[in-house]
């Protein structure tokens, strides 16, 4: 079973839900035959990558309210993410572009080290201090190699501003199509969809759910016939 997620290091909900999730798939029996793949999504796609500022701001800016409503939502947002096990700062954070980082992302995934890497960029973004927004690229290169990536490859994908740029549209495009209108959004199969972070006893649900209904092969044509095999290939006999 595949499941996609589609995310954005800059969504607080992504990282609680990525942790929600995979407590489910953890205590999923069949969790060795599914398959998880990241998918790019950009909350602020038109962002210039020089743009970076507070948080608090920003989020007072987008939805109309105070900034200590909006710390107030941080705060909400770091209670949940204690009760995950997860470290969050709600003082001193900031906001930028993710577009490098996701590109970066899939450069990863082609080395098989796409998870990893992306866990480091939420624990970089949600519970460092150090920002991933102002320091330039060698922030992102230093959690590459920290992911297992080679420093120099991860240098040249960031310098060539085309590299993966198609694969992040791509994913993009294919939420859109997929009726995503926010993150954290799960695929499981490309039957079953689960937005948001849930409960871990929701994706517990859809997992299940999801591997009960899966089709099993079913054969057209039962007669023998002959085929090749782990102990050869059947032999024609002389009529």
């Not at 954005?8 to 407590?23: H, L, M, N, T």
């Not at 495009?173 to 926010?182: D, P, Y």
């Not at 490309?190 to 999801?210: D, H, I, M, W």
Request: with cysteine.
């Amino acid at each position: 079973m595949r499941v996609e997620i589609w995310s954005d290091i800059a969504c607080p909900w992504c990282y609680v839900g990525k942790a929600r999730f995979e407590k489910a798939l953890a205590a999923f029996p069949h969790r060795d035959r599914v398959e998880v793949v990241h998918r790019s999504f950009e909350l602020d796609p038109g962002r210039a990558k020089s743009d970076a500022g507070p948080v608090i701001p920003m989020l007072a800016q987008k939805y109309g309210i105070s900034e200590a409503q909006a710390q107030a939502a941080e705060d909400n947002v770091g209670a949940q993410a204690a009760a995950e096990g997860l470290e969050y700062r709600t003082r001193g954070r900031d906001h930028g572009n993710t577009f490098d980082m996701h590109r970066l992302l899939h450069f990863a995934e082609e080395q098989g080290r796409q998870d990893e890497l992306l866990q480091l960029l939420y624990r970089a973004n949600f519970a460092e201090e150090r920002s991933v927004f102002t320091e330039g690229d060698e922030r992102l290169v230093e959690l590459a190699v920290e992911a297992g990536l080679d420093a120099d490859a991860a240098r040249e994908v960031l310098a060539d501003e085309d590299a993966y740029a198609d694969e992040v549209r791509a994913d993009e495009r294919e939420a859109a199509q997929l009726g995503a209108t926010g993150v954290p959004f799960f695929v499981l199969d490309r039957t079953y969809g689960v937005s948001g972070a849930q409960p871990a006893e929701v994706f517990t649900q859809a997992l299940t759910q999801a591997w009960g209904e899966r089709s099993p092969l079913t054969l057209v044509d039962q007669a023998d016939a002959d085929v090749c095999g782990p102990d050869g290939c059947a032999v024609p006999q002389q009529g």
